[in-house]
């Protein structure tokens, strides 16, 4: 028997520059802030998504087709795919067994003789519409999320029952795909199935999903879908991939996208593909992307905006989207074995994709400001002042699940030399015959220390990466310094390893103050806190009285003093971020006016500011991550 | 026979600190700037609009069904309105009379047997529908437009045949929404029925119409439109009118139903109504509103947004948001006789609303942005790069027209005392028996001379407001230089005028950079150029060579150098403003870092801003109202 495998599995014959480990290969310890996360999305988050598809009626929707349930359509017309998606996570968990057997049923009845399968379309009032509105219906990203759960399914738990039957629905469905759409020049408005069928037939073997997934990616970028509302680029329908240099439209399509064009490009040896997914990529991160890793400044039609266009108060950084964002990176690094995808996914999941879920585990942010005023009108869901527990669109929380539930396959991999470590989580990761324990309090502790605990091999390399953001790496080895010679990003330690061994990485973490590019311009004069991977942002629940009953947008950075990490043994954050602030009282400016006038005397004081992850878990508040700087005095 | 009106007379019980002249008292000059634009709008916007209700199927829509016409409905379910407001615009011009008899005939002949005239609800596909979706049918906005056409035709033309005809037509369905919802709670999705019906009243005197205005209004503010897409406050539908203290949801509705709420207030003696509508539009002017007077942050739900939220570059600033707050600031005018109003509805017209209109009067911006950067996503039509002659929710294009063929009647009030000039223009104004005869090229130039062609009374005030923009108003009369006392913010001459008299008035216009409040983040850091009450812009166009060749969004302004005027007698503005500006070559910054790198030498030069009302009128490129502010050199 195989061991179970995590997401993304490049065959032998794809360019892969860095392989996958086995799902069984990295254990994360609750006690760290990865395997915690981990721990409580089985505990909380899963069986919350599992409640809610009831609560919903996502389950009711599939029901009503196999005649178990009467009543309307509730919700989105893709709602299916949240039960696809929360599959994957129970697949991926190996929890909510109970769950897990029942929705495979539910699908398997559902499903038409055909394959086809979508609660939306097989209802007889829009039956006609099957196939007929492919910009619009989601029908083959709904076939994608499926082809996902069934891929998590197989990897995951081979000889189980219900696994076997999802990936037998799924099948049923994705060839019905090929023989439909196999010399069609359609493509649907939302990618997804592009991925999902690559990674069938990483599964599978059967060539025909390839292809298909190849045949869709060039399919779009002719136009194909129409205008829509908000235009072809909303799509990426106006040019074909291979020719685009800019990333457009709606975040997660384009991100979807990415990551099926990376693993098309990888398996057909296809390098101009490749090419273009790394292109876009890079003008997403150099222009379009928050200091979170978040992706999306408009919400209008949930857009990229203009280059440099990031507003912090309006940004709307679907969680989805920063989940897009890390498995599209994790595709590159694996293909190219570049650091840089390996630093922003280290950005996100401790930014941009934590700070979307509430410490309970059990609530939920779809869009992710870095700032929120004063009297916020927070009358939407998608830019509440605080998380909630469910969506009228509730892609997010199930999309979280599945990537939690299977973090820990994103942290190593390894090659036929050894062992590359890319996120730093306290627990043991094995390969290839070595095991290795991680002891660290990452990212509240800058040492992390690795213990070889068994090794096969005479010689090999233990390779570790050395964040972007660590200007001052240390290493000791058995006790005695040695140089950090990371040219590549990763420092590479290539010996015959004992057990005992023992390797101390010292990623020095002062906190430092980031500023945004000049052409930023809705953040022009500000900076934002930072320490290690993780953004920091000031809170008004850690206001000192002084400082709470003056107005929060009127507080500014006292120039003269640096930010310092303060250490806690208790609280949200173990280490906050002390800074000096002050505002003046009392100011009575216009709304624009010719000359400032007499600025009257500024209070001051110290706060702490808290990782941005961890906002909106008190009394509702302002908060902003990009402070200004006050001008120095006169 | 009396003279014909213009919108918004007040009866004479109203609250009433002003009264407005008749449609024939003011004479703009097609050589001023106001002027021109009126002259501009009927020969060019107007027989454009005609045109385009041709092209994109208006007209066809009630032709369908009136049997003359198949095929489907064309455009949004409000099509109507824009046919309506064309025809308002007609009766103000006294023009197009070929379309007035035809618009009127079709009207008549297309409504229903009891007043209903609605094209899309009348189609038999839609009939179930009639009244049933009132939060989103937009019935009653639709029949508010019928009705502001009838209030034209009354006031413009009471004798002829096609202006009493949409008369008759708009009463039947006013008569109609009295008969239904006289005792109803319910209440249209967006206002604009209750001025229409204050107007109808103050037009009939039949008292019903301003009872149900009345009704309206108070109905709204209890949730009886449901949460629909973005929550009740997005149709002002979440507290009552009465007790709210700030704006909120979607911009044009709230002033549309604000400045119905004025019109119910002052016939109805309501004080605390009128007082609420004061409040509320302190809460847009103090937080929410562009230094071009436009309003709206927010494109998803064209929307206020929180405080001080004033992005510039995604300012949605419609069109039709920026021509609701002129109509409400000339209610507040006449009611109350201030200042602030007069000052707004100049800054409005000469920024936010002329903006709107390419200088060939036939293209149109729909949002009007402060910010264009480089590389546009210009995709969507409610944020394209350039005007555009038309577009799928065309309410701007006709609602410009309405209000151009109307500006006349907005210059100058009078009372028992004398004339009130609030708006400067060339042409004359005659009131009360006076004639004056107003000389200038305002505000390309700070003189207006105003000399008294005839006068009848002993002794009369001729007021003159100051702006309070000018901090150097200069006054002499018949030759004599004279103390210049406008406290309340207008120059009070009361004298016994003789023909010959002349007023030359000296509005000092030197160049202003003006800062915004320190909460609004998205300018922190920059300023804007702006003389007497234009705000000017940086545009691609006007840069010389050598900065043209910089990247346009690193151009930063030398705070060592002041803007100053500079006067031009081709071209597309007589003045310009000259500022030095200069950019680092070859900048490398990354989007984020920690400490800014060497900035390469900076290349200088001198180019002229213009106005901001004539940007986008030559080839497409970047362009900016608030313009960075380089750090004084080292």
Not at 61 to 77: I, Y
Not at 126 to 139: G, M, P, T, V
Request: charge should be negative.
């Amino acid at each position: 028997m195989t061991a179970p495998l995590g997401p993304v599995v490049p065959t032998a014959q794809a360019i892969s520059t860095l392989r996958p480990l086995s799902a069984e290969a990295v254990r994360l310890a609750p006690a760290g802030l990865l395997g915690g996360w981990q721990a409580r999305n089985e505990t909380a988050t899963l069986p919350h998504c599992v409640t809610q598809l009831d609560a919903a009626g996502n389950l009711a929707n599939l029901r009503r087709v196999t005649g178990d349930a009467d009543g309307d359509f509730n919700g989105f017309w893709f709602a299916d795919t949240d039960v696809h998606k929360t599959l994957e996570a129970a697949f991926w968990s190996g929890t909510a067994t109970g769950f897990v057997t029942e929705a495979a049923e539910l699908l398997e009845k559902a499903q038409d003789a055909d394959g086809y399968l979508d609660s939306y379309y097989q209802d007889p009032a829009n039956r006609d519409k099957q196939w007929a509105e492919l910009h619009f219906s989601h029908e083959m990203y709904t076939a994608g999320h499926l082809i996902q759960a069934a891929v998590a399914a197989a990897r995951s738990a081979p000889a189980d029952a219900a696994a076997q039957q999802v990936v037998q629905v799924a099948r049923k469905f994705a060839d019905l795909l090929v023989r439909r759409y196999a010399d069609s020049a359609e493509v649907d408005g939302h990618p997804e199935v592009e991925t999902a069928l690559v990674e069938l037939y990483r599964v599978t073997g059967h060539r025909p999903y390839l292809d298909l997934a190849a045949r869709f990616v060039d399919n779009r970028g002719h136009g194909v879908l129409g205008e829509g509302r908000f235009g072809s680029p909303y799509f990426q329908d106006h040019e074909p991939l291979r020719q685009a240099t800019e990333v457009t439209g709606h975040v997660v399509r384009q991100l979807y996208l990415l990551a099926g064009a990376v693993d098309v490009a990888v398996e057909t040896g296809d390098e101009q593909l490749l090419a273009a997914a790394v292109r876009l990529w890079d003008s997403a991160l150099d222009s379009r992307t928050y200091i979170t890793g978040g992706q999306g400044s408009r919400h209008r039609d949930e857009a990229y905006g203009d280059p440099y266009e990031l507003p912090p108060d309006r940004a709307y950084a679907e969680s989805c989207a920063a989940i897009g964002s890390f498995q599209l990176a994790w595709r590159l690094l694996l293909a190219t074995g570049e650091r840089k995808y390996a630093d922003e996914m280290e950005r996100l999941i401790y930014n941009g994709i934590a700070g979307s879920t509430g410490v309970d585990g059990a609530s939920f942010f779809y869009s992710n400001p870095l700032q929120l005023r004063t009297g916020h009108d927070g009358s939407h869901e998608d830019a509440p002042s605080q998380r909630l527990p469910w969506f009228s669109c509730a892609c997010c929380p199930p999309n979280l699940a599945r990537l939690m539930a299977s973090l820990h396959t994103y942290v190593a991999t390894g090659d036929a030399d050894g062992l590359q470590l890319h996120l730093y989580g306290a627990g043991t990761v094995t390969a290839g015959g070595h095991t290795v324990e991680v002891e660290t309090s990452y990212p509240w502790d800058e040492q992390v220390a690795l213990t070889v605990v068994s090794t096969s091999a005479p010689a090999w390399t233990l390779s570790l990466r050395i964040p972007g953001w660590c200007a001052d790496a240390r290493l000791v080895i058995n006790g005695r310094a040695e140089p950090v010679d990371a040219s590549d990003g990763y420092v590479r330690l290539r010996r015959e390893w004992q057990p005992g061994d023992r390797v101390e990485l010292t990623l020095a973490m002062p906190a430092r103050t980031v500023i945004a590019h000049r052409r930023v311009d809705a953040v022009r004069g500000t900076v934002a806190l930072a320490r290690g991977p993780l953004v920091y942002c000031l809170e008004h629940a850690d206001l000192p009285t002084a400082l709470a009953a003056l107005p929060f947008e009127d507080l500014e950075l006292d120039p003269a003093t640096e930010p310092a990490a303060a250490y806690h043994t208790t609280g949200l954050a173990p280490v906050t971020l002390r800074v000096h602030l002050r505002a003046s009282e009392g100011v009575t400016e216009t709304l624009y006016h010719d000359r400032p006038g007499p600025t009257p005397p500024a209070a001051g004081g110290v706060a702490a500011a808290i990782p941005y992850f961890l906002w909106a878990n008190r009394k509702p508040g302002p908060m902003r991550v990009w402070i200004p700087v006050a001008a120095p005095e006169a």
